[in-house]
């Protein structure tokens, strides 16, 4: 018999979750703090122009998410582009991401350039990460590209994404970033990245519209506010002040979250929870009039920026106006996160002239910024082991976040894919 389930967040995992339920033949409701889906991956009013506050590509291993198309009958709206790659370095932008790229980089000796092709060579080849699972990410890439590789190409890709938390990252969730990208390609020296017409709104759209049809609900500007537990089962969540009653809810909203929401978790788990640790972003969005570069991606290692690169989000997926975002990944307690967005506007502006001088401030049509508490989970070595199991020892209750499918980075297709597994779990 079809069991009502209450689903807690309405980003990618959260709707994945709802979707498969119905499937089943369930009746999910879907409770959502924020007044859209999306989470991440959500829309926002652009000056006319409706696109998703983070920039959002996909890759060819992306199988879930293009499972999902498929099923939801949007798989046409599917895009793949030859993309490029650069690097801002010493002043200079220079093609990179391919081995004659790499081969003919400026400022950096031969034999670093071998190491360091060789490195991101073998990690698209391999496939088990677990001898990786219990070593530090900068030892490792230390040890195979050498100081001065790692110091030019390296160094400041850590440094202004995981700050403080930089000496103690999984060198297997690093590797899983590297493979990634570097698998999708039409071949060594061309790669390949996709993009959904109508950006992720298109793919949100075909999941709300399945899963209402199918009977379930999405509340929106509908934050859950506790979890209510009782003699070791789940009876309800408090939303607005009265009780939901539900027997089986599914949490998918961030992990550091949970322990205000559900204060009568067993204390040892409450502590694991609150030992998760989360990058923020504040992520700038720029619509120009002339474009910055060719690029779709550019790395940059410039002492006057502190950012370890940018997207040129209209290089991949063609638009009216050359759009550009630049994320500053921090940790939430930084100082500068509590920064007003004119300090980031203003560092973007500045930081685009400095690497195309023919922009002007006329070029700039709007910029704006988007900021995320809990953007990426920082995944120490054996990160899994730390991570209590979905499945928690209250009766009718699982919680999980991007972190639970460690050691992929978080993605629209991972979220998808573990969301949907979850849901065969929750009503067996
Ligand atoms: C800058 C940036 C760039 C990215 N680029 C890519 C990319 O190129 N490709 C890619 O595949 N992925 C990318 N991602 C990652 C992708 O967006 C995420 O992996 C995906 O959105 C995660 O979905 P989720 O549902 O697991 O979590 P989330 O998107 O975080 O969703 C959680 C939801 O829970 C809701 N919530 C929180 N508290 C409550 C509460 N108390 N009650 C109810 N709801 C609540 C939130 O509002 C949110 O909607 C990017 C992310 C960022 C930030």
Same mark, same amino acid.
């Given at each position: 018999m079809g069991q009502r389930v209450a689903v807690l967040g309405a980003g990618p995992m959260g709707l994945a979750v709802a979707y498969q339920l119905t499937q089943d033949g369930h009746y999910p409701v879907v409770f959502e703090a924020?007044?859209? !889906?999306?989470?991440?991956t959500a829309s926002f009013d652009f000056n006319g122009l409706e696109i998703e506050r983070y920039y959002h590509f996909h890759c060819i291993s992306d199988h879930a998410f293009l499972q999902a198309l498929g099923e939801l009958g949007i798989a046409d709206k599917m895009r793949w582009v030859e993309t490029k790659m650069g690097y801002w370095y010493q002043g200079r932008l220079q093609p990179w991401g391919n081995p004659v790229a790499l081969m003919k980089f =400026?400022? %950096? /000796?031969l034999m670093a350039k071998f190491r360091y092709g060789l490195h991101a060579l073998l990690c698209t080849k391999r496939n088990d990460w677990l001898p990786l699972d219990s070593l530090d990410a900068v030892s490792w890439i230390k040890r195979w590209v050498g100081k001065e590789a790692y110091e030019i190409l390296w160094r400041r890709l850590f440094d202004y994404k995981? &700050? #403080? $938390? /930089?000496?103690?990252?999984s060198a297997a969730w690093i590797w899983s970033r590297i493979r990634r990208i570097g698998r999708?390609?039409? /071949? %060594?020296?061309r790669e390949k990245l996709g993009y959904l017409e109508g950006g992720s709104e298109t793919l949100l759209q075909a999941l709300k519209d399945a899963i209402e049809i199918a009977g379930g609900e999405i509340r929106l500007k509908?934050?859950?506010e506790k979890l209510i537990i009782e003699g070791g089962k789940v009876v309800g969540i408090q939303v607005a002040g009265q009780l939901e009653i539900f027997d089986r809810v599914v949490s998918t909203i961030p992990?550091? &979250?949970v322990p205000q929401l559900m204060p009568d978790l067993p204390q040892d788990i409450l502590s694991q929870f609150a030992a998760k640790k989360n990058i923020a972003v504040v992520c700038v969005i720029a619509k120009l009039k002339?474009?910055?570069?060719?690029?779709f991606w550019l790395n940059t290692n410039d002492p006057?920026? #502190?950012?370890?690169g940018l997207v040129e989000y209209s290089n991949l997926r063609p638009l009216d106006k050359h759009v550009v975002y630049v994320p500053f990944y921090l940790?939430?307690?930084?100082?500068?996160?509590?920064?007003?967005d004119e300090v980031f506007l203003s560092k973007v502006r500045t930081y685009l002239k400095k690497i195309n001088? =023919?922009?002007? #401030?006329?070029?700039?049509?709007d910029v704006r910024a988007s900021r995320y508490r809990y953007a990426q989970p920082i995944c120490e070595p054996r $990160?899994?082991?730390?991570l209590p199991p !979905?499945?928690?020892? !209250?009766?009718g209750l699982w919680v999980a976040d991007?972190?639970? $499918?460690?050691?992929?980075?978080?993605g629209i297709s991972e979220s998808i894919g573990f969301g949907r597994q979850l849901a065969k779990i929750v009503v067996i």
């Amino acid at each position: 018999m079809g069991q009502r389930v209450a689903v807690l967040g309405a980003g990618p995992m959260g709707l994945a979750v709802a979707y498969q339920l119905t499937q089943d033949g369930h009746y999910p409701v879907v409770f959502e703090a924020d007044d859209r !889906v999306g989470g991440m991956t959500a829309s926002f009013d652009f000056n006319g122009l409706e696109i998703e506050r983070y920039y959002h590509f996909h890759c060819i291993s992306d199988h879930a998410f293009l499972q999902a198309l498929g099923e939801l009958g949007i798989a046409d709206k599917m895009r793949w582009v030859e993309t490029k790659m650069g690097y801002w370095y010493q002043g200079r932008l220079q093609p990179w991401g391919n081995p004659v790229a790499l081969m003919k980089f =400026r400022g %950096l /000796s031969l034999m670093a350039k071998f190491r360091y092709g060789l490195h991101a060579l073998l990690c698209t080849k391999r496939n088990d990460w677990l001898p990786l699972d219990s070593l530090d990410a900068v030892s490792w890439i230390k040890r195979w590209v050498g100081k001065e590789a790692y110091e030019i190409l390296w160094r400041r890709l850590f440094d202004y994404k995981f &700050y #403080d $938390y /930089s000496d103690n990252l999984s060198a297997a969730w690093i590797w899983s970033r590297i493979r990634r990208i570097g698998r999708s390609r039409f /071949s %060594l020296s061309r790669e390949k990245l996709g993009y959904l017409e109508g950006g992720s709104e298109t793919l949100l759209q075909a999941l709300k519209d399945a899963i209402e049809i199918a009977g379930g609900e999405i509340r929106l500007k509908s934050p859950a506010e506790k979890l209510i537990i009782e003699g070791g089962k789940v009876v309800g969540i408090q939303v607005a002040g009265q009780l939901e009653i539900f027997d089986r809810v599914v949490s998918t909203i961030p992990l550091p &979250y949970v322990p205000q929401l559900m204060p009568d978790l067993p204390q040892d788990i409450l502590s694991q929870f609150a030992a998760k640790k989360n990058i923020a972003v504040v992520c700038v969005i720029a619509k120009l009039k002339r474009p910055v570069t060719e690029n779709f991606w550019l790395n940059t290692n410039d002492p006057e920026m #502190d950012i370890p690169g940018l997207v040129e989000y209209s290089n991949l997926r063609p638009l009216d106006k050359h759009v550009v975002y630049v994320p500053f990944y921090l940790p939430s307690e930084h100082p500068m996160f509590a920064e007003p967005d004119e300090v980031f506007l203003s560092k973007v502006r500045t930081y685009l002239k400095k690497i195309n001088p =023919r922009l002007c #401030d006329e070029d700039f049509i709007d910029v704006r910024a988007s900021r995320y508490r809990y953007a990426q989970p920082i995944c120490e070595p054996r $990160y899994l082991d730390t991570l209590p199991p !979905v499945s928690l020892p !209250v009766k009718g209750l699982w919680v999980a976040d991007t972190s639970y $499918y460690y050691p992929e980075d978080r993605g629209i297709s991972e979220s998808i894919g573990f969301g949907r597994q979850l849901a065969k779990i929750v009503v067996i």
